[in-house]
């Protein structure tokens, strides 16, 4: 019970701030919505518990990203930019075709459930344990079996970092 | 743990708003903001997979995926910066140089 | 019985000492807050050889209370062209960030709201980072350039020390083996030393980071007086900068009692593990009916008999407490253990607390202003590389230790000397390019051309 409730909240925080992030004029107001989406998806991953994936989620995405484009939202000024229009022409195509593929989507996933032995069982996890090791598990993953993928993020990282560097940086032209 | 097709319609909500976004915004910065609310939508899909099966990968999957979303924005807003400092625009329909 | 209802039962029953704890930290730190403004003041009225506030109420006591008062009625200005959603929540994400950290945090065995949360330490470090949202978030709404300017100064600030105080809690770990706040305090049970001991280094990485976190001086260029007037927080007057100052006070309290957990012992008493000097328990009660009597004696030298009845009052208090702490002790069959445990607990954590916000203090009324690139440089060329260099060679002496035996003192030294080594190196590279970073015009430049000299 207390589990659906926090689904649902999460859930609806989501969705709500979604919709109203890229619906704003103001893009000060977009990135606060999408930062209060971010944080019901980090809410998502506590109910799902992942935890070291919400708390990764809230430094990383909320704490790191969100940060940047704000910044770069006061950098370029935009504010004074709200008068002009926001939408392109083919905004209701576009509404129209995602809404189609989502109800194409959910009928599929609301069938599915009713197909006999097509369900996906949740595998028995202990229910008396309150703690499951989640981070020392993915600890362990990330420094045995996906130690390759792990090095080759952090190459990305360093090459992300000085691209961003050079790229934003004023030209003191001599 | 609520039934896997929750999460599945959540995660395809989430997307589908995202890509409205990418496709309805002139504003680049708004595009972009929509592009992480895509790969937000992602990771849950692989977390509430992950739980499903008991398998770790999922999540260190999703891991990677907000390493490389940071990485992306940076670059991107990189791109915005520069750009603007030379057009003076954020607009995608005014981003019309090499147009004929 | 609605299933609803019994839901919401079985939930109160299930959760009602975390949710109480929540409500006393909610309704506790505004007011603790308020009087650790009043030390400070009275502490910096004391470093400078006067007396501080001392009108209102006995020896200012009620200071804290008559300036909550005074901003709470005062009128709500909002500048004329700011962006009225963004203006109001900005205090409020501060405030909240806070707020919302101190869950997490461990005040005594018994005493948390997040109940072992197994990602502890790093929830408090995250959320408690969530609050640069409302000081950018509020300098933008302002709509003012010195708001603006003294916001983007202030996150550049915390975004660049929150990489070194990151990387010391980091070294902290290493330690531990946990982020779990209860795990780190029975693991330190266990080595028979406080963090600080074994890393020192990392302790006062964290201790400077720490400052800055909190825009706390010698780091508190963005929100000077004689700066940016406030910085961002110029055009909040009443109440929204009440929050905004609680709000940096309750972080001060968050960034102590992560430094208390992690290095400092947590809720242990000096020397946990030694039997003999098991009578320094008997101290915390010791320590108030001193006081007590420290009032008492007080009591008869006081000018007015309303300072003489407060005095009177306060040692009555104290008393009570000494008292209660004192009768706690023998009563340690079962169902009151934990009361026993968590009393004493706490109150060694507060005192540790208190000890580190007054080392805070104490740097604020003693070192000048960092000026806005020096502290960039001190934060990226010197902290972080030291931080990460006390990581690796941590790192290194554990693995000498469990592998090759060493013995835990020597590799706690080789890692002193390692990281010494490389901050005596950032030293002296920092002092060579300084001059050359530095906003001082060489002599040459400064000549007039002065046509009638001769």
């Known amino acids: ?174 | 743990m609520m039934p896997i097709g929750h999460y599945l319609f959540l995660s395809l909500a989430l997307f589908m708003i995202g890509v409205i976004g990418v496709i309805t915004r002139r504003n680049v910065i708004i595009v972009l903001m929509s592009i992480e609310l895509i790969l937000n939508a992602v990771n849950i899909n692989l977390v509430a997979f992950s739980r499903v099966y008991g398998d770790v990968a999922g999540q260190i999957f999703a891991l990677f995926i907000i390493a490389d979303a940071a990485a992306e924005a940076a670059v991107g807003l990189g791109i915005i910066i520069a750009f603007f400092r030379n057009r003076e625009t954020v607009f995608a329909d005014e981003m019309d140089l090499l147009k004929w | 019985m609605s299933p609803t209802l019994q839901a919401l039962l079985t939930f109160l029953q299930t959760w009602w000492v975390e949710l109480l704890c929540a409500v006393l930290i909610v309704a506790a730190v505004p007011l603790v807050a308020g009087y650790v403004v009043l030390v400070e003041r009275k502490l910096m009225a004391d470093m400078q050889a006067r007396l501080g506030p001392m009108r209102v109420g006995p020896h200012g006591l009620l200071q804290p209370i008559a300036d909550a008062v005074k901003l709470l009625i005062k009128e709500d200005i909002i500048p004329e062209n700011a962006d009225k959603l963004v203006f109001w929540l900005a205090p409020v994400i501060s405030m909240t960030a806070a707020l919302t950290s101190m869950g997490a945090i461990a005040f005594g065995p018994w005493f948390q709201v997040a109940r072992d949360i197994n990602v502890g330490i790093l929830f408090v470090a995250g959320v408690s980072s969530l609050g640069l949202f409302g000081i950018v978030l509020g300098g933008w709404a302002s709509n003012n350039h010195y708001s603006i300017i003294g916001a983007i100064r202030s996150t550049a600030q915390l975004v660049s020390y929150e990489t070194a105080a990151g990387l010391a809690l980091v070294s902290g770990l290493l330690l531990s083996g946990t982020l779990n706040m209860r795990s780190i305090v029975d693991a330190q049970f266990k080595d028979q030393a406080w963090f600080l001991f074994l890393t020192p280094v990392a302790f006062f990485t964290y201790l400077v980071a720490s400052i800055a976190e909190t825009n706390r001086a010698p780091f508190d260029l963005p929100e000077a007086e004689s700066e940016l007037v406030a910085g961002y927080m110029t055009e909040y007057s009443g109440f929204r900068w009440a929050l905004y100052f609680l709000g940096e006070y309750a972080n001060m309290i968050v960034v102590a009692s992560v430094a208390t957990t992690l290095f400092l012992g947590g809720w242990l008493r000096p020397f946990p593990n030694v039997k003999w000097l098991a009578w320094i328990d008997a101290f915390p009660s010791l320590f108030l009916v001193a006081i007590g009597v420290y009032c008492v004696l007080r009591a008869g030298k006081q000018p007015a008999l309303v300072q003489s009845i407060f005095m009177w009052g306060v040692a009555l208090l104290c008393f009570g407490l000494g008292l209660s702490f004192a009768l706690a002790a023998p009563l340690s069959f079962a169902p009151l253990k934990f009361m026993t445990a968590g009393l004493y607990g706490a109150f060694w954590f507060l005192l540790k607390v208190g000890g580190y916000i007054y080392l805070f203090m104490w740097l604020r009324f003693t070192l000048p202003r960092f000026r806005f690139d020096q502290l960039m440089r001190l934060g990226w060329h010197i902290l972080i590389p030291l931080a990460l260099v006390n990581v690796i060679a941590l790192g290194v002496s554990l693995i000498l230790q469990s592998e090759f035996g060493w013995n835990r003192w020597l590799a706690i030294l080789f890692t002193l000397i390692c990281t010494l080594g490389v901050a005596l190196l950032l030293l002296r590279w920092n002092d060579r390019h300084a001059e050359a970073a530095s906003l001082t015009l060489p002599p040459e430049e400064v000549r007039v051309e002065d046509s009638y000299a001769g």
């Open chain 1, 1 to 174: 019970m207390l589990d659906s409730v926090i689904f649902y909240f999460f859930a609806g925080v989501a969705i709500l701030s979604a919709g109203l992030m890229v619906t704003r004029r103001n893009a000060i107001h977009s990135a606060i919505f999408l930062i209060t989406t971010l944080l019901a998806t980090a809410g998502i991953f506590l109910q799902l518990h992942a935890e070291f994936l919400f708390i990764a989620q809230i430094i990383l995405y909320v704490g790191g990203i969100m940060v940047l484009f704000i910044f770069v939202i006061m950098l370029v000024r935009l504010d004074v930019l709200v008068s002009r229009i926001q939408f392109r022409l083919q905004k209701w195509v576009a509404v129209f075709v995602a809404l189609a593929v989502t109800l194409e989507a959910g009928v599929v996933v609301v069938l599915a459930r009713r197909m006999p032995g097509q369900g996906l069982l949740i595998r028995a996890t202990a229910g008396t344990e309150r703690l499951e090791p989640n981070t020392e598990k993915l600890a362990t993953g990330l420094f045995t079996g996906y130690l390759l993928p792990f090095e080759i993020a952090s190459v990305l990282l360093l090459v992300a970092m000085v691209g961003a560097v050079v790229l934003a940086k004023k030209r003191n032209d001599a």
